[in-house]
């Protein structure tokens, strides 16, 4: 099990999600809903019952905070009807179908964008010269970008409010979507198999 926080992530363009999503509703819910699903969220991503865990309390207080923007939002109308975070879709991305593949890891991911960002050399040449990768499987990753197709339906969403609620960045779902395609296994489960999420705040945030 790979335990790293997501921290080591590079920062991507911030994704805009649906604050009613960000609580775990449809955008159609009554403001008692609305005000149902923020205080049991409240309560149930209380950093004090995540002390005995580093990566829940960190996870849980991020969260916390998520949920108290989208309420504000909600109430203030501080967000755009016609914005779909679902008009959006993930892409996979090289590194990310490589971590999915097992052939590296994220902290190895990391260290080579940020040599690639510095060098301004592809993400490929710069894993090919850490001996990472080969030519040839280089290729073949990249020739299976295009046939990877990430879902759009229940994963998909609940990838994007993982991501709303700031518990885990969009490389690490688009890494649990791509095994989903591959292995048909359900993208917390992969999230959390590979230490990336907690699964006391995983029951904290569902209803």
């Known amino acids: 099990m790979e335990i790293i926080m997501s921290t080591v992530i590079r920062k991507t363009k911030t994704r805009a999600i649906c604050p009613y999503l960000i609580l775990g509703l449809e955008r159609s819910a009554t403001r008692l809903e609305v005000e149902t699903a923020y ?6 991503l209380d950093e004090g019952r995540f ?17 108290e923007n989208a309420y504000q939002r909600i109430l203030q ?19 990310q179908i490589l971590i999915a593949a097992g052939k590296i890891n994220i902290r190895q991911l990391h260290d080579a964008i940020a040599e690639q ?23 073949a990753f990249l020739s299976s970008q295009d046939l990877i ?26 890494i649990a979507l791509i ?16 230490g ?3 699964p006391e705040v995983l029951d904290a945030i569902k209803f």
């Not at 109308?77 to 590194?95: I, Q, T, V």
Request: aromatic share 8%; with cysteine; charged share 25%.
């Open 149 to 174: 197709h990430l879902p759009d339906d229940s994963p998909y969403i609940s990838g994007l409010r993982l991501i709303g609620l700031r518990i885990v960045p969009e490389d690490m779902v688009c």
């Open 117 to 139: 960002e510095a060098e301004h050399q592809p993400l490929g040449e710069i894993l090919k010269k850490k001996n990472l990768i080969s030519e040839d499987e280089l290729s």
């Open 196 to 198: 990336w999420l907690s």
């Open 179 to 194: 095994e989903y395609c591959d292995f048909n296994t359900n993208i917390e489960s992969n999230l959390m198999d590979r």
């Open 39 to 44: 205080w049991r969220l409240q309560e149930a």
């Open 77 to 95: 109308g501080d967000y755009n009807e016609s914005d779909e975070s679902a008009a959006e879709p993930f892409w996979p991305k090289l590194g």
């Open 51 to 67: 002390l005995h865990s580093p990566q829940a309390w960190v996870q849980a207080g991020q969260a916390l905070m998520e949920v």
